[in-house]
C-alpha cells in the first residue's frame, strides 16, 4: 500500500528547471525529426553542412594564429557571428519552439529561474555547436601567452552566453510581432536580406582586395573590440599584447553586457507572461472612422476597384509582398553595385524594369481559390481585358517611378548622363513589353502559389512555371529588337538624336502592353475554368 509520504509529489519550487528543459530541447528536436523522412533528412544534411563550415572556419582560424592581423580577423568575425545571432529569431522564429514563451504562460514559473533554465536549453542545438567552433578558434588564434590562455577559458563561454542571451532577449521582445501576420512577412522576407547581405560581403570582400588586404580592417577591429561579444575576444587578444588593463575592462564589458541582456530578458518575459494580449483586448468603441486613403485616389469604378486589390494583395499577402521587395531591391542593387565597382553601364538601368515587369506574370495564381470571386465578374473578352489592364495599372503605378529612379542613380553613379535618354527608353520597352508578355503567359500558363509553405510553386506545377517565366524572358527580349535597333541604328548614325529613344520607348511600351493586354483578353476569358482549376490547387 502506497505511504501518503510517497504519494506526495515534491513542490514545484524544489524541482530543478535547468535539467527539465534540457530534456524538454531534446525531445523537441527528437520528436520534429520522427514527423516525416524529408524533416529529418533536411535536419542532416544542414547540421552536416553548418558541422563542416564550421570545421573550415576553425582550421582557418588556427592558420592565423601567428598572422599579424589575427586579432583583427578573431574580432570582427566574432562581431559579425553576434549580429547573426540578434536577427536570427526574427527571420527564423519557427526554428526554436522555446522561443515562444507564451506556451510558459499558464505554468507556475518565475522568471528568474525560468531564464536560466531557457538559456541552457538555448545552448543545444546546431547554431551553439557551430558558435562553439569559431569563437574557440578566435580565441585560441590570439592567445600567445599563459595568461591569454586562461583570459580565453573565460572569454569563449562568455562570448556564446552573450550571443545566446542577445538573441532570446530579442526574441522575448518581439514574441508578440513574430507569432502576428507581420511577423511571418517579416519571416518570408528573410530569403531577401540573406541575399542582400550576400552582395554586400561580395562587394566587401572586392575593395578589401582592392585596398591592400586585412590591414584595411584594422580601424574597424580598433573600435569593435570594445563592443560586447567581441571585446571577450578582444580580452584575448589584449591579454597576448601585456595589456592587463585593457583586458580587464574589455572582460568587465562583456560581463555587464551579459548582466544587462539577462534584465532585459527577465523584464520582456514578465511583462509577456503578466499582459494579456491585445487581440484578446477588447476594441475601442469611439475608434474614428478610417480614412479613405490610396482608394479615394482611384477612380471610382471596376478598374479602381482591381487596382485596389492588387495592391492590397502587395501589402497583406506575405507571398506577394516578399516578391515585390525582393524585385525592388534586386533591381536596385545590381546596377548600383556593378557601377560602385567600376566596370557597370548605365544600361544596367533596364534591370530594375525586368525585375518589376515579372510581377506581371501568374497575376491569378496570388488570388488561389478566391480567383472563383473573380470569375463571377468576367463574362466576355472585354470584362477580360478591363481585370488585365486594371492590374497592369497597379503594377504601373510602382514600376514606373521606380525605372525613372533606378535609371537615374545607375546614371549619377556611372557619370554617362549622355547614354541616361537611351538607357530610360530602353527601360520602359522592357516594362512594357513584360507587362503584355505577363498577361498573356497568366493566360496561358497559371500556376498556384501555396499559402503555407515556403514554395512558391505548388507541387506538379514547377514545369509550367518555369516555362511562363522562361518563354516570357525571351518573348519580351524578341519584342524589345526594334528600340534595340534605334538605339543602335543613332549611335552609327552619329546624329546626336540619341535622345529620341526616350519618348520612342516611352510610345513603344504603350503600344505594346495595350496590344498584349487585347491579346490576352479572349484568351482569359475563353480559358477561365482551367485558369480557376490551376490556380486552386495549393
Known amino acids: 500500500m502506497t505511504t501518503t509520504a510517497e504519494a506526495t509529489p515534491a513542490p514545484v519550487g524544489t524541482v530543478p528547471l535547468t535539467p527539465v528543459f534540457v530534456r524538454l530541447k531534446l525531445s523537441l528536436l527528437k520528436n520534429g525529426l520522427r514527423q516525416s523522412g524529408g524533416r529529418r533528412t533536411a535536419y542532416i544534411v544542414s547540421a552536416v553542412l553548418a558541422l563542416l563550415f564550421a570545421a573550415l572556419q576553425l582550421i582557418g582560424l588556427l592558420a592565423l594564429r601567428d598572422n599579424a592581423h589575427a586579432g583583427t580577423v578573431a574580432v570582427l568575425a566574432t562581431a559579425v557571428l553576434a549580429l547573426a545571432w540578434t536577427v536570427m529569431p526574427l527571420f527564423f522564429p519557427s526554428g526554436d519552439e522555446t522561443l515562444d514563451a507564451t506556451r510558459l504562460v499558464m505554468l507556475p514559473l518565475r522568471p528568474r529561474p525560468l531564464i536560466a ?271 488585365l489592364r486594371a492590374r497592369a495599372l497597379a503594377i504601373l503605378l510602382v514600376t514606373a517611378p521606380y525605372t525613372v529612379l533606378v535609371a537615374v542613380v545607375t546614371g549619377s553613379l556611372t557619370g554617362k548622363w549622355a547614354a541616361f535618354p537611351e538607357a530610360l527608353g530602353l527601360s520602359f520597352a522592357l516594362l512594357g513589353a513584360m507587362l503584355a508578355t505577363g498577361a498573356f503567359a497568366s493566360a496561358t500558363f497559371p500556376y498556384s502559389i501555396p499559402q503555407d509553405s515556403r514554395k512558391n510553386v505548388a507541387p506538379g506545377q514547377g514545369g509550367i512555371a518555369f516555362l511562363a517565366i522562361l518563354g516570357g524572358m525571351v518573348t519580351s527580349g524578341l519584342l524589345c529588337l526594334p528600340m534595340i535597333a534605334l538605339t543602335i541604328w543613332l549611335h552609327v548614325s552619329g546624329n546626336g538624336a540619341q535622345w529620341m529613344v526616350l519618348p520612342a520607348g516611352a510610345v513603344y511600351a504603350l503600344l505594346i502592353a495595350y496590344a498584349g493586354l487585347r491579346a490576352a483578353a479572349p484568351r482569359t476569358a475563353k480559358r477561365l475554368p482551367e485558369i480557376l482549376l490551376a490556380v486552386s490547387r495549393g
Open 117 to 387: 533554465a531557457l538559456l541552457a536549453a538555448s545552448l543545444v542545438g546546431i547554431g551553439p555547436l557551430f558558435t562553439l567552433c569559431l569563437v574557440l578558434g578566435s580565441g585560441i588564434a590570439v592567445a600567445h601567452s599563459a595568461v591569454a590562455a586562461l583570459v580565453a577559458v573565460v572569454a569563449v563561454p562568455l562570448t556564446i552566453l552573450v550571443c545566446v542571451a542577445l538573441a532570446r532577449t530579442v526574441a522575448a521582445a518581439n514574441t508578440r510581432l513574430l507569432t502576428s501576420r507581420k511577423g511571418r512577412d517579416l519571416a518570408v522576407l528573410s530569403g531577401l536580406v540573406i541575399a542582400v547581405g550576400f552582395q554586400f560581403v561580395n562587394f566587401g570582400m572586392q575593395k578589401l582586395g582592392d585596398s591592400g588586404g586585412l590591414s584595411a580592417l584594422d580601424p574597424a577591429a580598433k573600435v569593435i573590440r570594445w563592443v560586447p561579444p567581441a571585446a571577450a575576444i578582444g580580452a584575448v587578444d589584449s591579454a597576448s599584447q601585456g595589456s592587463y588593463g585593457r583586458m580587464a575592462i574589455q572582460l568587465l564589458l562583456t560581463a555587464v553586457a551579459l548582466s544587462v541582456l539577462l534584465y532585459a530578458w527577465q523584464r520582456s518575459l514578465t511583462q509577456l507572461m503578466t499582459t494579456p494580449d491585445g487581440s484578446t483586448l477588447r476594441p475601442d468603441a469611439a475608434r474614428k472612422e478610417s480614412k479613405p486613403g490610396l482608394a479615394g485616389l482611384l477612380p471610382q469604378n471596376r478598374t479602381g476597384t482591381v487596382m485596389l486589390r492588387t495592391l492590397r494583395y502587395v501589402w497583406r499577402d506575405p507571398k506577394t509582398k516578399a516578391s515585390w521587395i525582393t524585385s525592388l531591391a534586386i533591381g536596385l542593387i545590381v546596377p548600383v553595385f556593378n557601377a560602385l565597382q567600376g566596370h557597370g553601364s548605365v544600361y544596367f538601368a533596364t534591370f530594375g524594369a525586368f525585375m518589376l515587369g515579372a510581377q506581371m506574370y501568374n497575376q491569378f495564381g496570388q488570388d488561389t481559390s478566391a480567383f472563383w470571386m473573380v470569375v463571377q465578374t468576367i463574362s466576355s473578352s472585354r470584362d477580360a481585358y478591363l481585370e
